[in-house]
T-cell receptor, first 112, second 117 residues
Framework: GENVEQHPSTLSVQEGDSAVIKCTYS??????FPWYKQELGKRPQLIID?????GEKKDQRIAVTLNKTAKHFSLHITETQPEDSAVYFC???????????FGTGTRLTVIP | GAVVSQHPSRVICKSGTSVKIECRSL??????MFWYRQFPKQSLMLMAT?????????EQGVEKDKFLINHASLTLSTLTVTSAHPEDSSFYIC?????????????FGPGTRLTVL
């Protein structure tokens, strides 16, 4: 089955700096890669996703890149703000298979 | 759009009792719903996949007789934790996949925190 690894487990950045979280996956058939943000005690919220037919996707301060050959994808947050502080999870799946395989999470702290 | 609700948000029960958690898709139909549990500072662990009108598929190590799942309609799935014990205390989260959609984006409920005394 799919195995998703995520690094780093914790990340602290100064407000205004960029943050990068990286994930690798093992199943070359995986073709959908969402990123979720989870605040303490709350639901995971989808913040951005990417499919294997594109290499990069951007939504305002958030971007995701995908390298299918190397089987890794990354989340980039620019101009970080304190409200970006949360746990971020990457995930991978095959369209139609439904099961999401989650990474172990990254706790991001943005220092004002 | 794509809003999922869960009820209750918190529940405290005595050991040996059963607890039912409801998961509803409020503005879409979900042919498939998923149930996860999450321990503190850990990732989401898939417990089972629930398809409307059929039996749930459980992940390895999850007791189907202990965690009863019913997906009777396209907007409602329920998880019943039977004979709950303190080790069942956890954060339970459901998610739904939009029927007729790409079939991969999952929208999560707000979670239910279960505490078994």
């Amino acid at each position: 089955g799919e195995n998703v690894e995520q690094h780093p487990s914790t990340l602290s950045v100064q407000e205004g700096d960029s943050a990068v979280i990286k994930c690798t996956y093992s199943d070359s058939a995986s073709n959908y890669f969402p990123w979720y943000k989870q605040e303490l005690g709350k639901r995971p919220q989808l913040i951005i996703d990417i499919r294997s037919n594109v290499g990069e996707k951007k939504d305002q301060r958030i971007a995701v890149t995908l390298n299918k050959t190397a089987k890794h994808f990354s989340l980039h947050i620019t101009e970080t703000q304190p409200e970006d502080s949360a746990v971020y999870f990457c995930a991978a799946t095959i369209t139609g298979a439904n099961n999401l395989f989650f990474g172990t999470g990254t706790r991001l702290t943005v220092i004002p | 759009g794509a809003v999922v609700s869960q009820h209750p948000s918190r529940v405290i029960c005595k050991s040996g009792t059963s607890v039912k958690i409801e998961c509803r898709s409020l503005d879409f139909q979900a042919t498939t719903m998923f149930w996860y549990r999450q321990f503190p500072k850990q990732s989401l662990m898939l417990m089972a996949t629930s398809n409307e009108g059929s039996k749930a598929t459980y992940e390895q190590g999850v007791e189907k007789d202990k965690f009863l799942i019913n997906h009777a309609s396209l907007t409602l799935s329920t998880l019943t934790v039977t004979s709950a014990h303190p080790e069942d205390s956890s954060f339970y989260i459901c998610s739904g996949v939009v029927a007729g959609g790409p079939g991969d984006t999952q929208y999560f409920g707000p979670g239910t925190r279960l505490t078994v005394l």
